[in-house]
Nanobody, 127 residues
Framework: QVQLVESGGGLVQAGGSLRLSCAAS????????MGWFRQAPGKKRAFVAA????????GYVDSVKGRFTISRDNAKNTVYLQMNSLKPEDTAVYYC????????????????????WGQGTLVTVSS
């Protein structure tokens, strides 16, 4: 069973940057599609970004395109989310997820299919 541990959350002012990390253990990360979801206060958890096992393919929700970048280092079994130009509406608990088979196109709407989840890391963006 793959285990995921997120880190890098915190408090940042609007316009600032943060980089989230998600370390995977218990599996070969290069065989996993990995990605990020977020849950804002009072809202449902929602897809943010995902990346294929070899890093060649990525997907983003429209609201973060051009500001967030997902990447991975399979030698470190880690996926990253670089978040720039942060806005107060980016405030949320960010969750890492991984799955060996669910394609990126399904991550937008079928989080129920994903195999592994982290515990989440809180990102707070102040105005």
């Amino acid at each position: 069973q793959v285990q995921l541990v997120e880190s890098g959350g915190g408090l940042v002012q609007a316009g600032g940057s943060l980089r989230l990390s998600c370390a995977a253990s218990g599996g070969t990360s290069s065989s996993l599609v990995m990605g990020w979801f977020r849950q804002a206060p009072g809202k449902k958890r929602a897809f943010v970004a995902a990346i294929s096992g070899n890093g060649d393919n990525t997907g983003y929700v429209d609201s973060v395109k051009g500001r967030f970048t997902i990447s991975r280092d399979n030698a470190k079994n880690t996926v990253y989310l670089q978040m720039n130009s942060l806005k107060p509406e980016d405030t949320a608990v960010y969750y890492c997820a991984a799955d060996p088979a669910v394609p990126i196109r399904a991550w937008y709407s079928r989080e129920d299919l994903l195999d592994a989840w982290g515990q989440g890391t809180l990102v707070t963006v102040s105005s």
